[in-house]
């Protein structure tokens, strides 16, 4: 098993049989961005770690994939844990993380109907064009906000639950 990124991303690159320039193409990075991933000096970002893992599982390196992938989540788990709770400087448990879970769909679900109710409105009434642009600029935020972030905070907050980190401290068991 691999102790950290800076191993794995060049075994990584040396099992695809990649140059340093060739994994940041396939990246989407620069070359100095792989340098310094490799040399230890940068970790690599939860959207690097997640085109990691795809590129490793691509090529069948399945304990590379599985290692990048582990790498994201327990950086979620991080991030998730030194969050603030209702107000204050305590960390949040994970009984209150199962509380919020629903939440985000439940929001996503009333800005759904907010949209509908202003689908309504503009077609039943006149409305001035400097109203229309504000209503549609309103619009177009419970759009983003019911079908990109909150799916996305969901989802956070279900890998933070289900991670192997989180299940080996309520079991008990420590690495």
Do not use: C
Not at 109 to 133: C, N, S, T, W
């Amino acid at each position: 098993m691999y102790v950290n990124a800076k191993a794995a991303i060049e075994m990584l690159r040396r099992r695809l049989g990649d140059t340093q320039k060739a994994l940041a193409e396939r990246l989407g990075t620069t070359i100095t961005t792989v340098s310094r991933y490799e040399n230890g000096r940068i970790q690599p970002s939860e959207e690097a770690l997640r085109k990691l893992a795809s590129i490793a599982g691509s090529a069948g390196l399945n304990d590379l994939q599985d290692f990048f992938e582990n790498q994201r989540r327990l950086g979620i788990v991080a991030r998730v844990e030194s969050l603030p709770s209702a107000g204050t400087q305590r960390r949040v448990s994970l009984e209150e993380l199962k509380q919020w879970e629903a939440l985000p769909h439940f929001i996503a679900e009333r800005l759904v109907e907010a949209q509908a109710i202003y689908m309504d409105i503009i077609g039943k009434h006149p409305i001035a064009r400097a109203d229309q642009d504000r209503l549609g600029g309103i619009n177009r935020v419970l759009l983003g906000l019911s079908h990109n972030m909150l799916p996305e905070l969901s989802r956070q907050i279900e890998l933070y639950i289900s991670s192997p980190k989180r299940k080996e401290k309520r079991s008990g068991k420590t690495e």
